[in-house]
T-cell receptor, first 116, second 118 residues
Framework: AQTVTQSQPEMSVQEAETVTLSCTYDTSESDYYLFWYKQPPSRQMILVIR??????QNATENRFSVNFQKAAKSFSLKISDSQLGDAAMYFC?????????????FGKGTKLSVKP | DTGVSQDPRHKITKRGQNVTFRCDPISEHNRLYWYRQTLGQGPEFLTYFQNEAQLEKSRLLSDRFSAERPKGSFSTLEIQRTEQGDSAMYLC?????WGSGDRTDTQYFGPGTRLTVL
C-alpha cells in the first residue's frame, strides 16, 4: 500500500522569504501523480501544483515549485516570495496512474504560518 | 464558475440518528469522490463514482455508510446510526476524465460538511 509522509507538522516563514515543505512517499509503482494541496482556514482544498512521475522536469506554478526526486521518493514544495495569503495547511498527495485507483492518498499536512 | 458545492455545511446530530449529505460536482465532471477528514489529519478516501457507477469503496466505508449518484450528477452520502467516531469533515471532490485517460484526473474539492455527533 502507498503511504505519504509529511515530517513537518508546522513551519513558519517571514513574508517575502522562501520556504520548503517536505514530503516523502512509498510506492512500488513506477507511474503515478503527486500533488500539493492548500487548505486555508476556510477549509476548502485548493490544488497548488501537480507532478507526473514520468516527467523528469520539476513542475512550476508562479511562486510555487517542486523538487521531485523519484529515486529518493521525495516531493518537496518550495514557496518563493511568501505572502500572508500563503498561510494554510499544505497537504502532499499521491495518486496511482492505474485506472482502477482514482483516489488520492494524503499526508497529515504541514501548517504554514507567514509572519509579516 | 460554479465549483463543487456541499450541503449542509454543518450538521449536529445525536448518536444513533441518520444523516445525509449532498454534493454537487462541477458541471460535466464525470468522477465524484468522497473523503473524510478528522482534526489534524489529511483526508481519507471513502468512495468514488464514475458517472452513476460506484467504482471503489474504502474499507473505512462501513455498512452504516452508503453513497449514491443516481443520475451521474449530484451525490448523497448517508450515515445510519451515527456514532461519535463519525464526527469529522466530509469532503467531496470531482474531476473530469477523458475516456481511459486518467492522466487528466485532477480533483477539485468542495468546502466540506462538518459533522458533529453528540
Amino acid at each position: 500500500a502507498q503511504t505519504v509522509t509529511q515530517s513537518q507538522p508546522e513551519m513558519s516563514v517571514q513574508e517575502a522569504e522562501t520556504v520548503t515543505l517536505s514530503c516523502t512517499y512509498d510506492t512500488s509503482e513506477s507511474d503515478y501523480y503527486l500533488f500539493w494541496y492548500k487548505q486555508p482556514p476556510s477549509r476548502q482544498m485548493i490544488l497548488v501544483i501537480r507532478q507526473e512521475a514520468y516527467k523528469q522536469q520539476n513542475a512550476t506554478e508562479n511562486r510555487f515549485s517542486v523538487n521531485f526526486q523519484k529515486a529518493a521518493k521525495s516531493f518537496s514544495l518550495k514557496i518563493s516570495d511568501s505572502q500572508l495569503g500563503d498561510a494554510a495547511m499544505y497537504f502532499c498527495a499521491y495518486r496511482s496512474a492505474r485506472g482502477s485507483q482514482g483516489n488520492l492518498i494524503f499526508g497529515k499536512g504541514t501548517k504554514l504560518s507567514v509572519k509579516p | 464558475d460554479t465549483g463543487v458545492s456541499q450541503d449542509p455545511r454543518h450538521k449536529i446530530t445525536k448518536r444513533g440518528q441518520n444523516v445525509t449529505f449532498r454534493c454537487d460536482p462541477i458541471s460535466e465532471h464525470n468522477r465524484l469522490y468522497w473523503y473524510r477528514q478528522t482534526l489534524g489529519q489529511g483526508p481519507e478516501f471513502l468512495t468514488y463514482f464514475q458517472n452513476e457507477a460506484q467504482l471503489e469503496k474504502s474499507r473505512l466505508l462501513s455498512d452504516r455508510f452508503s453513497a449514491e449518484r443516481p443520475k451521474g450528477s449530484f451525490s448523497t452520502l448517508e450515515i445510519q446510526r451515527t456514532e461519535q467516531g463519525d464526527s469529522a469533515m466530509y469532503l467531496c471532490a470531482s474531476s473530469l476524465v477523458w475516456g481511459s485517460g486518467d492522466r487528466t484526473d485532477t480533483q477539485y474539492f468542495g468546502p466540506g460538511t462538518r459533522l458533529t455527533v453528540l
